[in-house]
Protein backbone atom coordinates (compact mmCIF):
# COMPACT_ATOMS: atom_id res chain seq x y z
CA UNK A 1 0.00 0.00 0.00
CA UNK A 2 2.67 2.36 0.69
CA UNK A 3 5.00 1.76 -1.94
CA UNK A 4 1.71 2.38 -4.37
CA UNK A 5 1.19 5.97 -2.41
CA UNK A 6 4.83 6.57 -2.84
CA UNK A 7 3.94 6.60 -6.79
CA UNK A 8 1.26 9.43 -6.07
CA UNK A 9 1.91 12.97 -5.59
CA UNK A 10 1.25 14.76 -2.40
CA UNK A 11 -1.72 15.96 -3.43
CA UNK A 12 -2.97 13.04 -4.94
CA UNK A 13 -1.77 11.24 -1.61
CA UNK A 14 -3.87 13.73 0.18
CA UNK A 15 -7.19 13.98 -1.61
CA UNK A 16 -7.11 10.09 -1.30
CA UNK A 17 -6.66 9.94 2.15
CA UNK A 18 -9.06 12.67 2.87
CA UNK A 19 -12.14 11.51 0.79
CA UNK A 20 -12.04 8.03 2.34
CA UNK A 21 -11.30 8.90 5.83
CA UNK A 22 -14.43 11.19 5.48
CA UNK A 23 -16.31 8.35 3.79
CA UNK A 24 -14.96 5.72 6.66
CA UNK A 25 -15.85 8.24 9.14
CA UNK A 26 -18.86 10.36 8.44
CA UNK A 27 -20.56 9.57 5.03
CA UNK A 28 -21.07 5.81 5.46
CA UNK A 29 -21.80 5.93 9.28
CA UNK A 30 -24.21 8.95 8.98
CA UNK A 31 -26.49 7.64 6.04
CA UNK A 32 -26.41 4.42 8.16
CA UNK A 33 -27.69 6.22 10.99
CA UNK A 34 -30.22 8.42 9.14
CA UNK A 35 -31.68 5.08 7.45
CA UNK A 36 -32.09 2.80 10.41
CA UNK A 37 -33.19 5.74 13.30
CA UNK A 38 -30.09 5.81 14.90
CA UNK A 39 -29.09 8.29 17.80
CA UNK A 40 -26.81 7.11 20.75
CA UNK A 41 -28.74 7.45 24.28
CA UNK A 42 -26.88 10.32 26.57
CA UNK A 43 -25.16 8.25 28.79
CA UNK A 44 -23.47 6.68 26.15
CA UNK A 45 -22.81 10.11 24.27
CA UNK A 46 -21.40 11.64 26.74
CA UNK A 47 -18.24 9.07 27.24
CA UNK A 48 -17.71 8.46 23.41
CA UNK A 49 -16.95 11.91 23.69
CA UNK A 50 -14.56 11.94 26.20
CA UNK A 51 -12.89 9.05 25.26
CA UNK A 52 -12.92 11.01 21.14
CA UNK A 53 -11.53 13.41 22.60
CA UNK A 54 -8.63 11.41 24.09
CA UNK A 55 -7.53 9.55 21.13
CA UNK A 56 -7.75 12.69 19.46
CA UNK A 57 -4.52 14.23 21.06
CA UNK A 58 -2.97 10.60 20.99
CA UNK A 59 -3.23 10.45 17.32
CA UNK A 60 -1.80 14.03 17.12
CA UNK A 61 0.99 13.17 19.22
CA UNK A 62 1.55 9.72 17.36
CA UNK A 63 1.86 11.50 14.20
CA UNK A 64 4.09 14.30 15.33
CA UNK A 65 6.34 11.98 16.71
CA UNK A 66 6.64 9.90 13.39
CA UNK A 67 6.80 13.70 11.23
CA UNK A 68 9.87 14.22 13.73
CA UNK A 69 11.39 10.90 13.11
CA UNK A 70 10.84 10.71 9.37
CA UNK A 71 11.70 14.31 8.55
CA UNK A 72 14.95 13.54 10.34
CA UNK A 73 15.92 10.20 8.47
CA UNK A 74 15.14 12.86 5.06
CA UNK A 75 17.04 15.34 6.83
CA UNK A 76 20.02 13.08 7.17
CA UNK A 77 19.90 11.60 3.42
CA UNK A 78 19.68 15.47 2.22
CA UNK A 79 23.04 16.02 4.23
CA UNK A 80 24.60 12.69 2.75
CA UNK A 81 24.06 13.71 -0.67
CA UNK A 82 25.57 17.42 -0.59
CA UNK A 83 28.32 16.24 1.74
CA UNK A 84 29.22 13.66 -1.55
CA UNK A 85 28.50 16.30 -4.24
CA UNK A 86 30.88 18.71 -2.03
CA UNK A 87 33.63 15.85 -1.66
CA UNK A 88 33.87 15.43 -5.53
CA UNK A 89 34.37 18.90 -6.54
CA UNK A 90 37.36 19.12 -3.80
CA UNK A 91 39.12 15.60 -4.86
CA UNK A 92 38.26 17.09 -8.57
CA UNK A 93 40.23 20.31 -7.43
CA UNK A 94 43.18 18.67 -5.72
CA UNK A 95 43.64 16.31 -9.16
CA UNK A 96 43.92 19.93 -10.92
CA UNK A 97 46.14 20.83 -8.48
CA UNK A 98 48.64 18.00 -8.89
CA UNK A 99 48.66 18.19 -12.61
CA UNK A 100 49.99 14.85 -13.44
CA UNK A 101 48.75 12.86 -16.44
CA UNK A 102 47.77 10.07 -13.46
CA UNK A 103 45.68 12.65 -12.17
CA UNK A 104 44.20 13.59 -15.03
CA UNK A 105 43.17 9.98 -16.14
CA UNK A 106 42.18 9.44 -12.42
CA UNK A 107 39.69 13.19 -12.79
CA UNK A 108 37.93 11.04 -15.62
CA UNK A 109 37.43 8.29 -13.28
CA UNK A 110 35.74 10.94 -10.54
CA UNK A 111 33.74 12.18 -13.55
CA UNK A 112 32.68 8.19 -14.28
CA UNK A 113 32.06 7.74 -11.21
CA UNK A 114 29.85 10.78 -9.99
CA UNK A 115 27.84 10.77 -13.37
CA UNK A 116 27.12 7.12 -12.47
CA UNK A 117 25.82 7.68 -8.95
CA UNK A 118 23.59 10.54 -10.59
CA UNK A 119 21.96 8.93 -13.47
CA UNK A 120 22.03 4.95 -12.47
CA UNK A 121 22.21 4.50 -8.97
CA UNK A 122 20.39 7.45 -7.79
CA UNK A 123 16.96 5.63 -9.14
CA UNK A 124 17.77 2.40 -7.52
CA UNK A 125 17.71 3.98 -4.30
CA UNK A 126 14.22 4.39 -4.41
CA UNK A 127 14.01 0.20 -4.46
CA UNK A 128 16.70 -0.26 -1.67
CA UNK A 129 19.39 -1.11 -4.08
CA UNK A 130 23.10 -0.72 -4.94
CA UNK A 131 24.63 -0.31 -8.87
CA UNK A 132 27.13 -2.94 -10.06
CA UNK A 133 28.56 -0.56 -12.36
CA UNK A 134 28.53 2.12 -9.74
CA UNK A 135 30.56 -0.32 -7.68
CA UNK A 136 32.94 -0.78 -10.48
CA UNK A 137 33.38 2.52 -10.68
CA UNK A 138 34.48 3.32 -7.39
CA UNK A 139 36.46 0.29 -6.98
CA UNK A 140 38.62 1.88 -10.11
CA UNK A 141 38.63 5.13 -8.56
CA UNK A 142 39.94 3.91 -5.63
CA UNK A 143 43.00 1.47 -6.95
CA UNK A 144 43.53 4.47 -9.45
CA UNK A 145 44.39 7.09 -6.42
CA UNK A 146 46.34 4.63 -4.97
CA UNK A 147 48.64 4.52 -7.44
CA UNK A 148 49.43 8.18 -7.72
CA UNK A 149 53.11 9.03 -6.93
CA UNK A 150 53.86 12.98 -6.42
CA UNK A 151 57.42 14.43 -7.22
CA UNK A 152 56.83 17.53 -5.46
CA UNK A 153 55.69 18.45 -2.16
CA UNK A 154 52.63 20.01 -3.27
CA UNK A 155 52.28 17.20 -5.29
CA UNK A 156 52.75 14.90 -2.42
CA UNK A 157 50.11 17.19 -0.14
CA UNK A 158 47.39 16.52 -3.09
CA UNK A 159 47.80 13.00 -3.33
CA UNK A 160 47.23 12.28 0.60
CA UNK A 161 43.99 14.92 -0.27
CA UNK A 162 43.13 12.76 -2.98
CA UNK A 163 43.13 9.56 -1.22
CA UNK A 164 41.82 10.89 1.71
CA UNK A 165 38.99 12.36 -0.27
CA UNK A 166 37.96 9.29 -2.84
CA UNK A 167 38.18 6.90 0.81
CA UNK A 168 35.45 9.27 2.41
CA UNK A 169 33.13 8.95 -1.09
CA UNK A 170 33.10 5.56 -0.46
CA UNK A 171 32.60 5.89 3.38
CA UNK A 172 29.50 8.33 2.04
CA UNK A 173 27.89 5.72 -0.08
CA UNK A 174 27.93 3.27 1.81
CA UNK A 175 25.58 5.44 4.26
CA UNK A 176 23.46 6.64 1.79
CA UNK A 177 22.67 3.37 0.47
CA UNK A 178 22.16 2.72 4.44
CA UNK A 179 19.83 5.58 4.64
CA UNK A 180 17.58 4.43 1.40
CA UNK A 181 16.39 1.18 3.53
CA UNK A 182 15.08 3.84 6.67
CA UNK A 183 11.44 3.17 7.13
CA UNK A 184 9.46 4.59 10.08
CA UNK A 185 9.08 1.14 12.21
CA UNK A 186 6.30 -1.65 12.15
CA UNK A 187 5.26 -0.82 15.59
CA UNK A 188 4.86 2.86 15.23
CA UNK A 189 2.78 1.95 12.31
CA UNK A 190 0.99 -0.90 14.26
CA UNK A 191 0.31 2.22 16.87
CA UNK A 192 -0.93 4.71 14.66
CA UNK A 193 -3.32 2.44 12.80
CA UNK A 194 -4.82 1.21 16.31
CA UNK A 195 -5.01 4.88 16.94
CA UNK A 196 -6.86 5.37 14.03
CA UNK A 197 -9.25 2.59 14.11
CA UNK A 198 -10.14 3.08 18.17
CA UNK A 199 -10.45 7.40 16.92
CA UNK A 200 -12.86 6.12 13.90
CA UNK A 201 -15.39 3.86 16.39
CA UNK A 202 -15.62 6.60 19.05
CA UNK A 203 -16.34 9.30 16.58
CA UNK A 204 -19.33 6.83 14.70
CA UNK A 205 -21.23 7.28 18.16
CA UNK A 206 -21.03 11.28 18.57
CA UNK A 207 -24.29 12.70 19.29
CA UNK A 208 -26.28 14.53 18.17
CA UNK A 209 -25.39 13.72 13.79
CA UNK A 210 -24.97 16.73 12.63
CA UNK A 211 -22.39 17.48 15.34
CA UNK A 212 -20.61 14.17 14.20
CA UNK A 213 -20.46 15.46 10.57
CA UNK A 214 -19.02 18.69 11.47
CA UNK A 215 -16.68 17.27 14.23
CA UNK A 216 -15.92 14.07 13.28
CA UNK A 217 -15.01 15.37 9.87
CA UNK A 218 -12.69 18.47 10.62
CA UNK A 219 -10.55 16.05 12.69
CA UNK A 220 -10.79 13.07 10.28
CA UNK A 221 -9.44 16.18 7.54
CA UNK A 222 -6.76 17.40 10.16
CA UNK A 223 -5.54 13.44 10.62
CA UNK A 224 -5.92 13.54 6.47
CA UNK A 225 -3.29 16.21 6.50
CA UNK A 226 -0.73 14.72 9.06
CA UNK A 227 -0.83 11.50 7.56
CA UNK A 228 -0.05 12.89 3.81
CA UNK A 229 2.61 14.60 5.02
CA UNK A 230 4.30 11.28 7.17
CA UNK A 231 4.01 9.51 3.87
CA UNK A 232 5.02 11.75 2.16
CA UNK A 233 8.91 12.46 4.16
CA UNK A 234 8.51 8.03 4.87
CA UNK A 235 10.50 6.93 2.48
CA UNK A 236 13.55 9.64 1.54
CA UNK A 237 14.01 8.34 -2.12
CA UNK A 238 11.00 7.75 -2.92
CA UNK A 239 7.91 9.88 -4.02
CA UNK A 240 7.71 13.52 -4.84
CA UNK A 241 9.56 14.64 -1.83
CA UNK A 242 12.67 12.45 -2.82
CA UNK A 243 16.46 13.32 -2.00
CA UNK A 244 17.59 15.05 -5.39
CA UNK A 245 20.78 14.26 -7.02
CA UNK A 246 21.20 17.76 -7.75
CA UNK A 247 24.36 18.42 -5.78
CA UNK A 248 26.09 15.26 -7.49
CA UNK A 249 24.88 16.62 -11.16
CA UNK A 250 26.07 20.01 -9.95
CA UNK A 251 29.28 18.42 -9.06
CA UNK A 252 29.69 16.62 -12.62
CA UNK A 253 29.27 20.05 -14.09
CA UNK A 254 31.50 22.05 -11.88
CA UNK A 255 34.25 19.64 -13.01
Not at 40 to 67: D, M, W
Not at 145 to 173: C, F
Request: aromatic share 8%; net charge neutral.
Amino acid sequence: MLNWLHTLSNLQIGLFLLSTGLCITTLIPALLRWRFKLEPTEPVAKGVEESFRIFTTINLLLLAFCLVRVQGDHRSAEDLSAREGTLMIKASKAMVTMGTDEATKLRELLKGYASSVATVEWPLLAEQQRSPETETQLRSLLLASKQLQGETQAQELARVEINSTVVQLSDLREARISVSKLRLPAFLWAAVSSSLIFLMFFGWFQAPLLKMLYWVGGVTAGVALLMTLLISLESPFNGENRVSSEPIRNAIDLM
